[in-house]
C-alpha cells in the first residue's frame, strides 16, 4: 500500500503494482510491437487512450498547443493500426524488423484514482532495407489501473534524438 495525501488533513491507502507487474506489462508489449501484432496491443489500451510523441526539441511541451510527431486519440490510433496492419502502408510493406530494450522502470501512484504514473528508459532498433536505425528515448506513461489489470490511459514516449533518421519521420510504434 502507498500513502497519498490528497489533500491537507485527507489520507488514502491505495495499492499499486509492483514494479515486476508494470515490466512484466511493458515487456509483452514490446514482445506485441516486435511480432507486429498491432491489434493485440491496441487492447493494451483503455477506451479512450492516447498516444503520443512530442517534438524532439520540446519534450514537455503541450499536444494543445505545440507540433507533436504524434498526438493520436483514441479514434486516430485505431486508424493508425488499421492502417499499418493494410499492405497500402507502402512504408512499412514489407514491414521493418525492430526490437525494443526496455529498462529503469519506476512505478509511482497517478494523479487521479485507480492511476499508475510509469517511466521507463528505451531503445528500439528498427531493421529495413539493410539499414539499422537505433530509437532512443524514456517513456512517460499513464497506466489505469484496477488492481488487477493494467491499460494505457495515455501512452507518451519522448525520444532522445537530435534528428530523425531517414527522411525525418517515424513509421513504427515506438
Do not use: C
Not at 26 to 44: I, P, Q, S, T, V
Not at 115 to 126: D, E, G, I, K, L
Request: hydrophobic share 40%; aromatic share 10%.
Amino acid at each position: 500500500m502507498t500513502t497519498v495525501h490528497v489533500e491537507p488533513g485527507l489520507v488514502v491507502e491505495r495499492s499499486l503494482p509492483s514494479r515486476a507487474d508494470v515490466e512484466d506489462f511493458l515487456f509483452y508489449e514490446a514482445e506485441l510491437l516486435d511480432g507486429w501484432r498491432l491489434d493485440k496491443w491496441l487492447g493494451l489500451f483503455e477506451e479512450g487512450g492516447t498516444y503520443r510523441m512530442p517534438a524532439t526539441d520540446a519534450p514537455d511541451s503541450n499536444p494543445e498547443t505545440s507540433l507533436f510527431l504524434i498526438s493520436d486519440t483514441w479514434e486516430r490510433l485505431q486508424a493508425r493500426v488499421k492502417r499499418l496492419n493494410s499492405r497500402n502502408a507502402h512504408i512499412e510493406n514489407p514491414h521493418s524488423r525492430t526490437r525494443r530494450i526496455v529498462g529503469n522502470v519506476r512505478v509511482a501512484a497517478g494523479e487521479d484514482p485507480g492511476t499508475v504514473r510509469v517511466r521507463a528508459n528505451f531503445a528500439v532498433y528498427r531493421i529495413r532495407y539493410e539499414q539499422t536505425d537505433l530509437y532512443v528515448g524514456a517513456y512517460d506513461h499513464v497506466l489505469g489501473w484496477d488492481g488487477a489489470t493494467l491499460r494505457f490511459r495515455h501512452r507518451k514516449a519522448v525520444l532522445d534524438l537530435d534528428a530523425l533518421r531517414p527522411a525525418g519521420k517515424v513509421s513504427i510504434i515506438l
